[in-house]
């Protein structure tokens, strides 16, 4: 069974760019995650979906940050326009259901450097 | 929010027994234990949790408090590959929290 998939892998852009990021989860999981982890630290919840509801998008800092999920399957992460401190690695992850205490699958992640 | 407290870092020999402590004081009658490890260079993978009762899989065991304050992760015998940051959270139905783990080094 694959795994949850995320690319591009690595991304470098200039500050002020625009930049997505792609992640498609296990086959069957209705609950999407993402995740920021910056350096040294644990991932941060930026968003978590339920089929192609986003239940909790309170990390998310909407003023640059979207994220979508159309049919409940796969989901796009977007910045625009990036800044120096949004260089990080940026996590995708998947369970069968967000609302209980099943565990979590994750990518490899996305690792992003703005420069 | 429950909060867990880790050493930062943990070296162990290869071959040998580790025991990774964490202490979660404030911990809900609610709340599952439980334990990811991020390898290098990849995403955070499931390891084992528990609620109140010991756990064993085939990666380690989970060793439970009676008051539930705090849990040790064992890995019966560190291979090298064992290395990696392991984080100890408090998981909740809507909530799962990182904090920033135990590195653990594994010397041949």
């Known amino acids: 069974e694959a795994g949850v998939v995320q690319s591009p892998r690595y991304k470098i852009i200039e500050k002020k760019q625009p930049v997505a990021f792609w992640c498609n989860p296990i086959s069957g999981h209705n609950t999407l995650y993402w995740y920021l982890q910056n350096l040294g630290q644990g991932p941060e919840l930026l968003i978590r979906y339920e089929n192609e509801e986003a239940v909790d998008d309170s990390q998310l800092p909407k003023d640059r940050f979207s994220a979508e999920r159309l049919k409940g399957v796969d989901s796009t992460l977007k910045i625009q326009p990036a800044e120096l401190g949004d260089s990080a690695v940026y996590l995708c992850?998947?369970?069968?259901?967000?609302?209980?205490?099943?565990?979590?699958?994750f990518g490899p992640g996305t690792r992003l450097t703005v420069l | 929010d429950a909060k867990t407290t880790q050493p930062n870092s943990m070296e162990s020999n290869e071959e040998e027994p580790v025991h990774l402590p964490c202490n979660h004081s404030?911990?809900?009658?609610?709340?599952?234990i439980h334990w990811y490890r991020q390898l290098p260079s990849q995403g955070p993978e499931y390891v084992i949790h528990g609620l109140t009762s010991n756990v064993n899989n085939r990666m380690a065991s989970l060793a439970i408090a009676e008051d539930r304050k705090s849990s040790t992760l064992i890995l019966h015998r560190a291979t090298l590959r064992d290395a990696a940051v392991y984080y100890c959270i408090l998981r909740a139905p809507n909530d799962m929290r990182f904090g920033a783990g135990t590195r653990l080094t594994v010397k041949p």
């Open positions: 404030t911990i809900s009658g609610t709340d599952y």
């Open positions: 992850a998947s369970s069968t259901s967000g609302r209980s205490y099943n565990e979590q699958f």
